[in-house]
């Protein structure tokens, strides 16, 4: 699939990034078309949640740029990236609530802090937030009396508080049931069509992924091994991918760790 540039709201340009002298991103390209959901997706390890951090801000790359709506990340003041801050909101895995706060007030927390609306105001829009996921009738319940996944969806209801022009999605179908599960993928589709925004959802689980992604872009060794629509990318006859989208055993990613030989190991064991 061909994108313009100028439909991407995040691009990442040859962008390195690693912990030490272990490199996570090797030169990696690839952009966020602006209006879509682009599931980020990959073998463990492979640097997805790396990247949700670094257009966060959380880390800068090493080398290369990071650019939202033009303007890389990493060259912005401390001011200007957290204005950028502003304009993203974050689903973390397993919903990252205050456990001491009401579900009204986990919502209301980022539009207490990063604005100075009302309480009538700000008791409206964590109303209508909560209706959009389902849970205005829970707005007074703590964290501790709601399943996992009605806290998922609490945690969606903020991160949409601020009418974000992008939201991540950290494995935001980890853990849930598939009645949950469902829900959840469903939400994020509608959302997203619905405010007009953009969503990145890093996840493992293909199918329902694929259902609600309309572009995919699968990491492998810090790059980008294939990006596409679903239909594309189920398509493919490239072995890695093919393995991937098909959650088979056997492929160029191995079960087993690389080590020497049962019959050496256990050779030196015994001697």
């Given amino acids: 699939m061909t994108l313009q540039a100028t439909s991407f709201l995040v691009e990442l340009q040859n962008l390195t990034f690693g912990y030490g002298d272990r490199v996570i991103l090797n030169d990696l390209s690839f952009g966020i078309p602006k209006g879509q959901v682009t599931a980020l997706m990959g073998v463990s390890g492979g640097g997805k949640t790396t990247v949700l951090r670094l257009i966060g801000g959380q880390y800068r790359a090493q080398k290369g740029a ?18 950028a801050r502003r304009r993203m909101g974050m689903l973390f895995q397993f919903g990252a609530l205050f456990t001491d706060m009401s579900v009204f007030d986990n919502v209301a927390f980022p539009l207490r802090e990063h604005t100075s609306m009302s309480q009538e105001m700000v008791r409206d829009i964590v109303l209508m ?4 996921v389902g849970l205005r009738g829970a707005r007074d319940l703590m964290p501790s009396e709601i399943s996992g996944g009605m806290g998922r969806r609490v945690a969606l209801a903020r991160a949409i508080a601020l009418d974000p022009d992008l939201i991540m999605y950290d494995e935001p179908f980890a853990g849930l049931d598939p009645i949950s599960l469902g829900t959840a993928a469903r939400l994020i589709r509608r959302l997203n069509d619905s405010l007009g925004t953009t969503s990145i959802v890093v996840s493992h689980d293909v199918d329902e992924t694929f259902q609600i992604a309309d572009h995919v872009v699968i990491l492998a060794n810090g790059r980008v091994a294939a990006q596409g629509t679903p239909a594309e990318l189920r398509q493919t006859a490239d072995p890695l991918i093919h393995q991937f989208v098909n959650g088979l055993s056997d492929g160029p990613v191995h079960f087993h760790y690389p080590a020497a030989s049962v019959a050496d ?3 030196r064991a015994g001697a």
């Fill in 66 to 83: 990071l650019n939202f709506e033009g303007q890389d990340l990493g060259l912005m003041s401390t001011a200007e990236l957290y204005a």
């Fill in 129 to 132: 937030k909560l209706d959009a």
């Fill in 265 to 267: 190991d256990f050779t």
